[in-house]
């Protein structure tokens, strides 16, 4: 069994994050990721929200690999945990946590080693996704809220076009 784990602030409000992060599948920056289902989510006692996501990818394995087939070898358990920052409210803290479990092969370390590499150079593409992610939210906020702002006119102009006719 490998552990791996990883902290990593992202400069924005826990509120957009979390949004953000129930929709960064698909994206341009992990094209692997094929689906996710969400199996759980639930609010626990103390308000914390906990969602179980299965995510499917495609590895691109090479076709030996693919013969032998690891299914039944490989585990990954992936934990993604956003917290406000304590210190700075705008911003948000992204911990991570892999547990890698490789069973009946010969070189099971290795292999738990290869994979947490593998998953700690794509967390720097799950970053940028949540970027990406983000920028669209805001995209879109900002589409939705145009409108309404060009529509709001303020007393003195409304004083001003009546004044004019």
């Known amino acids: 069994m490998k552990i791996w784990t990883s902290e990593h602030i992202l400069d924005h ?11 960064k599948y698909p994206n341009p920056m992990n094209p692997s990721m094929v ?5 759980d989510r639930h609010a626990d006692p103390s308000g914390k929200l906990h969602s179980h996501r299965l ?6 394995l090479p076709s030996i690999v693919k013969s032998i087939s690891f299914t039944n070898m490989v585990s990954v358990d992936k934990r993604l945990t956003y917290k406000p920052h304590p210190q700075h409210p705008e911003k948000t803290v992204l911990t991570q946590e892999a547990i890698i479990t ?10 738990e080693e290869l994979m947490a590499s593998t998953i ?5 593409k799950g970053q940028e996704a949540m970027e990406w ?8 906020i900002e589409e939705l809220t145009a409108p309404a702002r060009g529509s709001i006119r ?7 076009a009546l004044v004019e006719k």
């Open 35 to 39: 689906g996710v289902d969400m199996l």
């Open 154 to 160: 303020t007393p003195m102009a409304t004083a001003a």
């Open 13 to 23: 409000p826990w509120e957009m994050v979390t949004t953000a992060a129930m929709q």
């Open 133 to 140: 992610e983000i920028h669209k939210l805001n995209a879109e």
């Open 102 to 111: 490789v069973k009946g092969v010969s070189l099971s370390s290795y292999l």
């Open 55 to 60: 995510l499917s990818s495609e590895w691109g």
């Open 120 to 124: 700690s150079s794509n967390a720097n």
